[in-house]
Structure formats: structure tokens, C-alpha cells
T-cell receptor
Framework: ETGVTQSPTHLIKTRGQQVTLRCSSQ?????VSWYQQALGQGPQFIFQ???????GRGNFPPRFSGLQFPNYSSELNVNALELDDSALYLC???????????????FGQGTRLTVV | DAKTTQPPSMDCAEGRAANLPCNHS???????VYWYRQIHSQGPQYIIH???NNETNEMASLIITEDRKSSTLILPHATLRDTAVYYC????????????FGSGTKLNVKP
């Protein structure tokens, strides 16, 4: 148990629809990042949020967006779903900041998204 | 962040030590070596990290060569539950959660 929880665990959507995935970070963690993992591949970094602001983004189009809330939980939103968006979506949380030593990142169990 | 190279798969007999190699020849001075593993599409699990000294914890040992261009993760007594994909990642320690995963090594522990 890492203390990072994601919901829902599984989801089926139709091409063109929009989806929102949720992540509750471990208590005390202020940084959340999101990853996409296609079948048989390693996780790919989407973006991360630190204290409610995006502070890093991977090679993903703008239809992938996110939010971080004051309690440091986070959402990943994907608009105009495509078949290739089918993947396991992972979030990771840690304690970050320039003046504090970062903790290691702890991952949730992921949300399995299927786009049909 | 520097890239890493790992063998795609390895076998290990249960109870024996599993030695997983990783090459990171372009590693820079402020980059750490991290190891995570992922068991059957669960979330990646942190194992260990190091900068230049060898490290040991309750899960594993990490041996980093003197030139830091390669490292080895050692599971001293592998069990069937250690069957997983193991990822070697190089990153700046305070680069928050920006991990760049490669394809990893699938470790098969056999009875």
C-alpha cells in the first residue's frame, strides 16, 4: 500500500468522448504526476503538478489536461478520446520543493481506460 | 535525463540471487540511479536508489560502478513474487516525479 489511490479502476469510453480520472495523493505529498502506459510498454510521463500548478509536461497533446486541488489531489482530463488512448493511467505522488528533500515517488494502482 | 539500457528479459531460479544490469553511460554528475518494479500491471513500486556509493535496503542492493556508467540491482534471494518488470531510471534527484521509463527487464523467477 502506497497511500496513493486512483479512481475508477476500470473505465470504458467511446471514441470522441471525454474522460476524467482521479488521484488522491499520499498524505503530506504536494506533487502529483501522471503517466500513460500502453500495453507492453513502460509508463510515459504526461505532466505533473506542484502546489496546484503544472510544472512539467511530456510529449502529449493539449487535449490531455489536468488539475491539482488545494488538498493536492488531482484529476487527469482527456478530451476527444482516440482508440490509441486506451492504456493504464498511473499517478504518482511525492513531497517536493526546492528547500525540502524530496521523498521518493509512490505510484497508485492505475486506471485501466479502454476506448472503443 | 540520461537514457538507460537494460536486457529485455532474464530468468532466475527461486532462492538464488537475481542480478539485473543497467547501462547508463551518459549519466551526469547530479543524476541518481533509481530502480522501480512493476508486477503485472500494478503501479510501479520503488525499490532503491543511489548516487555513487553502493546501497542496500530490505528489498535489494544496488551496486554502481566507479565510473557510474552502469549499475546492478541485486535481489539476494529471489522468490516467485519477485517476478516483475524492473525499471532502471536515471534522473536528477529533485526533478520531482519526472521519471523516464524505458522498456525495463522482465525477470522470471522459476521454481
Amino acid at each position: 500500500e502506497t497511500g496513493v489511490t486512483q479512481s475508477p479502476t476500470h473505465l470504458i469510453k467511446t471514441r470522441g468522448q471525454q474522460v476524467t480520472l482521479r488521484c488522491s495523493s499520499q498524505s503530506g505529498h504536494n506533487t502529483v504526476s501522471w503517466y500513460q502506459q500502453a500495453l507492453g510498454q513502460g509508463p510515459q510521463f504526461i505532466f505533473q503538478y506542484y502546489r496546484e500548478e503544472e510544472n512539467g509536461r511530456g510529449n502529449f497533446p493539449p487535449r490531455f489536461s489536468g488539475l491539482q486541488f488545494p488538498n493536492y489531489s488531482s484529476e487527469l482530463n482527456v478530451n476527444a478520446l482516440e482508440l490509441d488512448d486506451s492504456a493504464l493511467y498511473l499517478c504518482a505522488s511525492s513531497l517536493g520543493g526546492q528547500l525540502t528533500m524530496n521523498t521518493e515517488a509512490f505510484f497508485g494502482q492505475g486506471t485501466r481506460l479502454t476506448v472503443v | 535525463d540520461a537514457k538507460t539500457t537494460q536486457p529485455p528479459s532474464m530468468d532466475c531460479a527461486e532462492g538464488r540471487a537475481a542480478n539485473l544490469p543497467c547501462n547508463h553511460s551518459t549519466i551526469s554528475g547530479n543524476e541518481y540511479v533509481y530502480w522501480y518494479r512493476q508486477i503485472h500491471s500494478q503501479g510501479p513500486q520503488y525499490i532503491i536508489h543511489g548516487l555513487k556509493n553502493n546501497e542496500t535496503n530490505e528489498m535489494a542492493s544496488l551496486i554502481i560502478t566507479e565510473d557510474r556508467k552502469s549499475s546492478t540491482l541485486i535481489l539476494p534471494h529471489a522468490t516467485l513474487r519477485d517476478t516483475a518488470v524492473y525499471y532502471c531510471i536515471v534522473r536528477v534527484r529533485y526533478n520531482f516525479n519526472k521519471f523516464y521509463f524505458g522498456s525495463g527487464t522482465k525477470l522470471n523467477v522459476k521454481p
